[in-house]
């Protein structure tokens, strides 16, 4: 596989990679992507609770979780972006320890809401003659849930862990 790529596909690749790459396609491609998928999966399971109130297997409740899951995870990618990033982006390994075990503790946290978000759609099981609005919903939850786990491996697996190791290496050195 060429490393030299933009977009590096496997975990290895990006922990060869500078740490600012890294950063910047986790920004890229998953903030912004969940600043613009959750406010439609909003909508549509706002849409779908209304239409189908009546139906026992109608997924009460989901968009106030959604709407949960969207104030946390603003908050969480603000300071992401405002604090923790900027530190590791200087190098600032050492004193990122912190602010890095508080975003592992809130990452355990969404995939809580995720969790919630599973029990409340039965794992994105569509009921038989589940309307369009219904299907775009499930799909693109799905869409969501993958992205969002993907993530938080990106952030917790391989970003923090490089940073731990490599404030763990400065500390023995």
């Known amino acids: 596989m060429d490393t030299t790529q933009a977009t590096p596909g ?30 439609e999966l909003i909508r549509l399971s706002r849409r779908v609770e209304h239409a189908h109130a009546d139906r026992p297997d109608c997924p009460a409740g989901l968009a106030d979780a959604l709407e949960n899951l969207q104030q946390e995870l603003e908050s969480h990618m603000m300071k992401e972006e405002q604090v923790l990033f900027p530190m590791l982006r200087r ?17 355990g946290q969404h995939l809580d809401s995720l969790g919630l978000i599973n029990l409340m759609t ?33 952030e917790n697996d391989v970003l923090f862990l490089n940073a731990s190791s490599a404030a763990e290496g400065a500390h023995h050195g």
């Not at 600012?20 to 903030?31: K, R, S, T």
């Not at 600032?92 to 320890?97: E, S, V």
């Not at 994105?124 to 799905?142: D, F, I, K, M, V």
């Open 91 to 107: 190098g600032m390994n050492g004193p990122a320890r912190a602010p890095v075990s508080v975003m592992r503790y809130e990452h």
């Open 10 to 39: 496997t975990d290895a690749d990006w922990r060869q990679r500078p740490v600012g790459e890294l950063v910047d396609y986790i920004v890229a491609n998953f903030h912004e992507r969940h600043r613009e998928q959750l406010p």
């Open 122 to 154: 039965r794992n994105l099981t569509l009921p038989e003659n589940a309307c369009g609005t219904w299907r775009s919903l499930y799909g693109a939850l799905g869409e969501f849930k993958n992205d969002l786990t993907r993530h938080i491996h990106l």
